[in-house]
């Protein structure tokens, strides 16, 4: 089983980026924007929590993202292997991630950061709004996922680097492109 964790900001091609490489590998996609969505739109208990932290446009405490992460791994106990779209954000949420892949015998393999720009986001953003019309794109939302992104959740990846698993890839230029780029970090290990 090989696992990889997917960083970027909101609007970087994560989901795009994922749907290719579901379709290569096999992975089991994660991402822990599409669980809080499904919650929230299904009104589950948990999804009450989330949508109000959520319409906040603060992040879902680590002991809620890690539960539901939990549940979802053990809900594929013979997958060839899983992408964490999205998670970790924060350096005690990656350690937890870390812990709980050693409990089950596994472990983070690749680890691969889509740099894009702030700018570029945002004009990648405002372009989705009109054809997915997601609420957490909306200006005020975005602008408070935005900045977690490069004020706090860019500090998982020094984390990652020093244990010599981080890959950053340019986000910029053609989806096939990038695409390749990420595979060729994903092949050559």
Known sequence: MKNLVLFGPPGAGKGTQSEKLIQKYGFVHISTGDLFRWHTKNDTPLGKRVKEIMNSGALVPDEITIAMLKEELDKNPNAKGFLFDGFPRTVPQAEALDQFMKENHSAIHYVVALNV?????????????????????????????IAEYFTKTIHVLPFYEKQNRLNTVEGFGAVDTIFNDICKVIDQK
């Open 117 to 145: 720009t702030e700018q570029e986001v945002r004009t990648r953003i405002a372009k989705r709004r009109t054809t997915e019309n997601r609420a957490d794109d909306e200006d005020e939302k975005l602008t408070k996922r």
